[in-house]
Structure formats: C-alpha cells, structure tokens
C-alpha cells in the first residue's frame, strides 16, 4: 500500500520535472516572439487577431499602461461574465432551461472566475447552462489564467531589461499565453482525458432506471411554499418513490482540462473533480494533477532562462519542491492516521469520508497539495471532511500565498516577491546592500513585495473576524465548535488567494459571503498583480550590477533553505493564532 | 483610453476560439475517437436497453445486492443531480453519529470484526460507482444467504469484477458496484 503511494508519487515529480525544461524553453520562445513549433499555424492567425483589434505588436507598454491594458481587460471580462450570468435563461444551449442567476450570485461568480478564484457557491449540474459553462465560465479560464502569466512575465523582463521603461505589451503577453501555451495543451488534456471516461457532448440529461428502486420522505409544503405541518407541530412529509435517476451531461472534458492547465479549479459539476465524468479513473487523475502543475513548474525554468541562469529557476523549484514534500507527508500521514472517533468503532483504514475509493490515498492527497499549493481550487478530495492536521495542510498551503509552484503567473510572481523579502533580511543581516539578479532591491521593491505577501494575509484575518461578529455568517456554519471557525477562515483564505476549494459544508450563497467575499477576491488579485506591474516598472529602469564578491548568491543550497525559512516563518508568524485555534484545537479535541 | 478597443475585440475573438471552437473541436475529436465514454460510458442489456453508467453509483439497500458507500446527495442516496460529499468535520457529534448508525446497520446484517472506512464513511462525488474488495467481501456472506447461492460462487464473481491498479501503479484496487449487482441477475 505504501509502496504504491510513493511509487506514484515519484512517478509524478519525475515525469513534472522532465517536462519542466522543455516546456520552460518553449515558453522562453513564445514570451520572446520568438518561432515554435507551432508558430506555422498560430502565425498567421497571431497577426490576423492584432490587425482586427488594432495592437501594435512592437508596440512597447510602460508599467502604467501595462497594469492599466490589464484592468480594462479584466473588467471587460467581469462585465460580459455578469451579463451572460444575468440572462442565462434567454441564452442557446440550455437544455435543462436553467434560470438565471441573482444579481448578488451573478456578482460572486464573475468576480471570482476573472480573478482565476473560481470560487463557486452554485452548483454546477443544476445552476449552468451550456453556454454558460462553454462560452462564458470557460473563456475566464483561459483569459485569467493568461492574465497571470502576462503579469509574471512582465517582472521577469524587469529583471532583465536595463534602464529602460518597458516591459513589454500585455496584448501581446496575454494573445500568446492563450494562443500557443494554453488552447494547445487544453486541447491535449481534454483528448487525453476523454477516453478514461471524461463526458464531452451537448446532450439533455439522461434519464436511466435505477436496479433498485429507492424512495424518500419529501417534507409537504403549501402553495406558498412553507412547510406544512400537522397538529402536533410535526413537519408534514409525502413519500416519493424513485425508479430512475437523471444524469447530467454536458462538455466536460474540454472544461477539465482548461480548468487544470489554468490552475482556475472551477467545476463542471458540485462536486468537481471527484465526480466520475469530471475524473473517472486513477489515470485520469494523474493526468489531471500533471496539468495543474505543468506551467507553474515549467515558469520557474523560463524565468531562469529569460534572466540568463537557469540555476536561478531550478533554485527557485527547488524551494517548491521543498514545501511540497513537507505538506504532502503531513497530509498523507494525518489521513492514514484516520479519525480516532471513528477508528474505535471498530472501523479500519484510512479516513476515508469525503474521498473516492479510485484514487487511493496518494491519489487524494497528491490533488489536494497539487491544488491548494497553486491557485487551482479545484478538489477531488473534499476538504471539511479531512482530519484536522490534514484539513490544516491545505489551508496553509493556501494562506502562504500559493508558492509550491503557485497559480499560473501569480505563484512564481509571489515566489519572487518572497525572494526578494529573503535577500532583502539577509542582507540586512550580513551588512550587505541587497541585490537579486544584478538589481538593487531598494524601497519601491521591498514596499511591492510587502504588498504582494501580506495583502492577502490581511484581508484574510481581518474579513474572517467581521465573519466571526456577523451572526448570519456563523449561521452559515455547517459544522460545529472549532470546525466551524476553521471553515469561514478556510472560505476567506480561498477567496483572498484567489484559490477557489472550500470547506464546502459553509453556506457560502449569502449576500454576507457573496459581497465581502468579491471584495476579497479582487483585493487579493489586483492590489498584488499591479504591485508586481509597479516593481517591475521600477527593476526595469535600473542599471545592471554585476555580481561582487558582496553580492549574496541566490542560485546556490543555501539561499534555497533561506527561502523556504522565511516562507514558513512569515506564515507562522501571520497565521498562527488562528491555526491554532482553529485545526490545532480541533485536533486536541479529536485525540483527547 | 486607446486600449478599449483590443480589450473588448480581444475578448470577444478568443470568445470565440475559446469557447466556441475549442470546445466543438474537443467534441467531434472526442466523438470520433471515443464515442462511448464522451458520451457517458453507460452500459445496456443484450435487448439494447440503458441499464446505467458504469461511472454513477446507483443506490441499493436490498440484502440481495452488494451495498455501495455511503452518500450524502441531497433528497436521496446517489442523486445524480446532486452531486456532493457530506462535509461533516472529524469531531461533529451528528456525523459520529451517523457512522455508528451505519455500523449497526451492517451488523444487524450478521457482520462481525472490523469493517473498512470506505463502507461507513461517505464519498466525495456521493456518486462513487466503486468499493473496496474488503468492502464486497465483507458483504458475500449477506448477499448469498438472501439469494440462496454458495459463497464461493460469489466470491469467484466478485475476484471477476475487481479492477487492479491501473498501469499496475496508480489507485487503489476496486469493484464497481453496478456492474457486480447486474453480474449477479444474470
């Protein structure tokens, strides 16, 4: 059994690796304008889309211009998504004839899959329509995803550039990311995934009769639609039988895969990737796992590449990889453990509430470190159900700001910003001026980098404790005690990193966590991304210092172990309190 | 205010590429090559009738048939149109509660020894098509006595519809369950 858990597990990391490099040139390529191989096909259609829209593509953007091309961008997408959502029910391809969504859920939705969030307090099967899903859900997947990378990108070329004011054309950025990295390999995912069983078709429902009939007591109501009751104050029920069952249909694959590739994470269906036509097999949710970390990993190589030291990237995967043995151990070991309440009654084997007996357990914990260590958000594993050190891996995971391989573009753009912190105390500490990659890091740098670590930290404890006083928001809690706080937590945690899993037994569809929680999610995006925008205008206009005796070097074991330190004990030192109570209690309580 | 004009034609042509080429391509690709599983891998009778899909849990309770894990949709057990896992914390008193209730009922069965967490524990799609091997043969004891068969036939039936791990590596070993209770009519 654990065998097979690591086997998979080093499986998994190998062939990441081994596709790091090549996909780390590629996409060196496709930012530098340079040929790929696929550029014989996507050339022509490249220009084709610059001369209708009227982009310059030579056409260089300072970092002003760059963050304000970005915001226009990204409302354009808010304002369509909200439209589309709104009237849903006079839209094509609705077979189940869906209604529209409320305004306030409409708002929720928008926001959250254009800030790459996907955050969802719908559910999927009963609430979106084809078109919805296709046309609307699934073009923010590509579009924020590329958003990300456009921005990462944009800090890459401060570093490198010299005394200069640009930092390249976000068009262009954000035209490329989509056309050659991510439409690519989504149509590679979606085809790998449909012969494991992944459901692509525009089909009604289907209606299948069930080999035992089952049946339930449905609580009687009137035409008002409150609930009956008899004389003795008793809810009045009404049994129904049931011989069939509707299953739902729809274009999945080629959503799964867009989902994954573009670390959004939202689902197809409620129950996301742990559904049977989201993710039907173990292979399928390898594949899957191997798409979410495919371009954050694969960033970390370009980055070392475009600054001119591929140790520089390797370094930085390094860090990652270190967080992430750390969190998948914790995590693995906490479920293996299982839950004493259970276990001693006479129960055997892992915790298994909440999970799929498919994916085994290396399966389940390798989604889950995979997708809460990027910004992904989508779960094959459900969360609020893990024990309590086990629900507390992805929630820090999460609340570090994504940084094992992070979300595309945002996860290695926060890294660095993370770096930049590290050089910064350890040249403080030796007496040395702080430089990385041949900058100075001076006060705009470390003021940038402040705000891209702590705005989410902030926004997390601060909205969480107007949760805690809101007494429709702790009514939201499904679980109770000390569970209780770690889901609002979790919720803002999710929102704020623009991550998207939940501790979904929340009621989360209230105007209380529908409102605040968009006000998170565009916090957490924007205050970052355009903070990075800044730094890299900042980094872009100075000169080149080569590397000293003095100068720290930031490509060797070292510095890496530094990192890594520093991560955790900013994180620490932010979140403790609340872990504490929360996961921490919890889990005295469990073993007490 | 120049960029007003890529940013709402750059949205509206990858609209189209993205979310109308792409996943129209993704479909004829998927149906030309795997028209079974794009479809929903379900499975039918010799007379050509939906039986089901071998992918959706369906819901039994009958000692007749093999039980599959517990779900937590909405209404009733393995709702489709509900798809979703309890949620309960480790430590909730309701959900303990729940599990010892499903204790019981498996050993008013006649179950005794320990029995595996996938059985009382509820998934995470409330669709799990599949149990533990443990899980089946925990049940074969139960389900012989009600039809009346030996129980090494049924085992035999059961080692035939367990799937290993796949590429020998990934997963864990399984039975699905729907496709084990209809080996069982026939």
């Not at chain 2, 042509?13 to 479809?39: D, R």
Request: charged share 10%; glycine share 10%; net charge positive.
């Amino acid at each position: 059994m654990i065998m097979y858990d690591w086997l998979q597990t080093i499986i998994l990391f190998a062939i990441l690796i081994i596709l790091t490099k090549p996909m780390g040139i590629f996409m060196m390529n496709v930012y530098r304008g340079e040929c790929t191989f696929l550029s014989p096909i996507l050339c022509p259609l490249e220009s084709l889309i610059y001369r209708i829209c009227g982009v310059d593509r030579q056409e260089a953007m300072g970092w002003k211009r760059y963050a304000w091309s970005m915001v226009l961008f990204n409302l354009v997408l808010f304002a369509a998504l909200f439209v589309m959502l709104m009237v849903q029910h006079l839209l094509p391809f609705n077979p189940q004839k869906v209604p529209s969504f409320t305004w306030q859920l409409a708002l929720n939705t928008a926001i959250s899959f254009m800030t790459n969030t996907n955050w969802q307090t719908y559910s999927g099967e009963q609430a979106a329509s084809y078109f919805t899903q296709t046309a609307g859900l699934a073009v923010h997947n590509f579009l924020s995803a590329a958003t990300g990378m456009a921005v990462v990108v944009a800090l890459i070329r401060g570093f490198v550039s010299r005394k200069t004011a640009s930092i390249g054309n976000f068009w262009v950025d954000m035209t490329r990311s989509t056309l050659y990295i991510l439409l690519p390999f989504s149509i590679i995912g979606a085809i790998l995934l449909v012969p494991q069983g992944v459901i692509q078709n525009y089909s009604d429902y289907k209606t299948v009769p069930l080999l035992q009939s089952t049946s339930y007591d449905r609580p009687k109501v009137d035409h008002k639609g409150i609930p009956l009751k008899d004389t003795a104050g008793k809810p009045v029920t009404e049994h129904v039988p049931i011989q069939e069952v509707t299953i739902p249909m729809g274009p999945v694959a080629s959503q799964e895969a867009i989902k994954e590739l573009g670390t959004n994470g939202g689902g197809f269906f409620n129950a996301n990737s742990s559904h049977p036509f989201e993710n039907p097999t173990p292979l399928s949710n390898f594949l899957e796992i191997l798409l979410i970390l495919l371009i954050p990993a694969s960033l970390t190589h370009t980055f070392g590449l475009m600054v001119g030291n591929t140790r520089q990237g390797w370094g930085v995967l390094t860090a990652m990889l270190l967080l992430l043995v750390l969190s998948l151990g914790s995590l693995q070991w906490a479920e293996k453990s299982g839950n004493p309440l259970v276990s001693r009654l006479a129960v055997s084997g892992s915790n298994m509430e909440g999970k799929e007996v498919r994916f085994g357990l290396a399966g389940s914990s390798l989604f889950t470190v995979a997708t809460t260590g990027t910004s992904c958000g989508a779960v094959n594993t459900m969360h609020d159900s893990l024990t309590p050190l086990g629900g507390l891996v992805p929630l820090s995971l999460i609340l570090t700001g994504e940084v094992v391989f992070g979300g595309v573009g945002s996860g290695l753009y926060t890294m660095l910003a993370f770096a930049i912190i590290a050089v910064f105390i350890s040249g403080l500490m030796i007496g040395r001026i702080p430089e990385y990659l041949g900058k100075k890091i001076e006060v705009t740098e470390m003021w940038m980098s402040i705000l891209v670590i702590l705005t989410a930290g902030i926004t997390v404890l601060i909205f969480s404790g107007i949760a805690l006083v809101t007494p429709s928001a702790v009514a939201s809690m499904s679980n109770p005690g000390t569970h209780g706080l770690t889901q609002v937590l979790y919720a803002f945690a999710s929102m704020a990193n623009n991550n998207g899993s939940a501790f979904a037994g929340l009621n989360a569809n209230i105007n209380f966590y529908n409102l605040l929680g968009s006000l998170a999610m565009l916090l957490g995006r924007y205050v970052p991304a355009i903070a990075v925008l800044a730094m890299a205008g900042s980094l872009a206009e100075k000169k080149y210092i080569p590397p000293s005796l003095g100068t720290l070097p930031t490509d060797r074991a070292p510095f890496v172990i530094w990192l890594v330190l520093v991560i955790l004990i900013i994180g620490a030192l932010t979140f403790f309190p609340a872990l504490a109570l929360g996961p921490g209690v919890e889990h005295l309580m469990m073993i007490g | 205010m120049k960029d007003i004009k890529p940013a709402i034609l750059l949205f509206i042509i990858f609209t189209i590429i993205c979310g109308g080429i792409y996943p129209a391509l993704v479909t004829g690709v998927a149906y030309f090559l795997f028209p079974k599983q794009a479809a929903g891998s379900f499975i039918t009778d010799k007379s050509g009738k939906v039986l089901g899909s071998t992918l959706i849990g369906q819901p039994f309770s009958d000692p007749k048939y093999f039980w599959p894990r517990p779900s937590a949709t909405s209404d009733f057990t393995n709702n489709a149109m509900a798809s979703g896992g309890s949620n309960a914390g480790p430590t909730n008193p309701s959900y303990i509660r729940t599990v010892s209730d499903r204790i019981k009922t498996l050993r008013d069965t006649g179950v005794t020894g320990k029995i595996p967490a996938d059985l009382v524990q509820a998934s995470a799609s409330g669709l799990d098509p599949h149990i533990t091997p443990e899980s089946a043969l925990l049940q074969v004891p139960r389900v012989a006595k009600a039809r009346g068969v030996s129980e090494e036939m049924l085992i035999k039936i059961v080692a035939q519809t367990t799937e290993g791990r796949q590429l020998r590596f990934l997963g864990a070993p399984r039975v699905n369950v729907l496709v084990l209770n209809h080996a069982l009519g026939s």
